[in-house]
């Protein structure tokens, strides 16, 4: 069950606005993705569980959580088989959002929190999400509700910061590394040249890489390299050649081994089933 309303005139305040609010209870095994969203979102987890695939780290995800969502990033999420999630979304954006997110110590490395009193934020929710019209003073309550949400995790985040600080400066050399190897993946890199770019010896880069993700740098990149080329593969104007210099392999022959060594099928067979309109499942 999904229920959902968008906001309109809410662009009137381009600051910070809410776009849409909306609660679901999931089948099991719910999936969305993996795609990128446009918007700015939270999810509030009110009970079940699930993964969250976030840059190619996973992350568990149960009652009481939330996570936040940025745009133009590459996202998975999906609920248990066996305890399905239930939960409610609010989609935003504005001028003004990224410099709160900023102040609330999610990052594209942990982008899952935990949040008091959810059940009462939930009412609130349900309250918006009720009513027959939108008008001007409801934009204004689901907007209070933003607010609410983003000051309660600044300060969870101002409060508990001393005791985060070592691991928020591990997090600031990752991030690093992910903001490089997302604008560089179409290019030759490896590890020393992104350990350069942020700063750090290549080995120790790797480690605390490794520590958080569960996956190495080389790793990374491929999986992102590949997931890449699956959604491109979806363009018929481009050819498998294109495809392949476009995330970054000059030879294609490189780039057809690797697909086939990560995918279990070759890119021209993973071409042949998407358009035959198969359930083929990137």
Not at 113 to 138: A, H
Not at 259 to 281: A, V
Request: net charge positive; proline share 3%; with cysteine.
């Amino acid at each position: 069950m999904e229920k959902a309303i968008f906001i309109t005139n809410n662009k009137q305040i381009s600051d910070l606005y809410v776009i849409e609010i909306g609660i679901h209870a999931t089948e099991p095994g719910h999936r969305w993705g993996p795609a990128v969203r446009d918007p700015y979102i939270f999810h509030f987890v009110i009970s079940g569980k699930g993964k969250l695939q976030y840059n190619n780290i996973i992350h568990e995800v149960g009652r009481d959580q939330g996570f936040l969502i940025r745009p133009g990033e590459m996202v998975c999420y999906t609920a248990n088989s066996q305890q399905p999630w239930e939960y409610f979304w609010i989609t935003f954006n504005g001028s003004m959002a990224e410099h709160y997110l900023d102040q609330t110590g999610l990052t594209k490395i942990t982008p899952v929190f935990r949040y008091k009193d959810i059940g009462e934020l939930r009412d609130k929710v349900c309250s918006i999400i009720g009513m027959n019209k939108m008008k001007t003073d409801e934009c204004a309550r689901s907007l209070a509700v933003l607010y609410d949400i983003l000051v309660r995790l600044i300060e969870e985040n101002a409060a508990d910061n001393p005791r985060k600080s070592l691991r928020s400066n591990k997090e600031t050399y990752i991030d690093a590394a992910l903001e490089y190897i997302m604008h560089h993946y179409t290019q030759c890199m490896d590890v020393k040249s992104i350990a350069g770019h942020v700063g750090l010896c290549p080995v120790y880069l790797n480690k605390i890489f490794h520590d958080y993700s569960g996956i190495s740098i080389r790793d990374f990149i491929i999986k992102l390299r590949m997931d890449k080329a699956c959604i491109l593969m979806k363009n018929n104007l481009l050819t498998l050649a294109e495809i392949s210099q476009l995330v970054g392999y000059n030879d294609y022959a490189q780039f057809s081994k690797m697909f086939s060594k990560h995918r279990s099928i070759s890119p021209r067979e993973h071409r042949h089933q998407i358009k035959n309109n198969q359930n083929y499942n990137v």
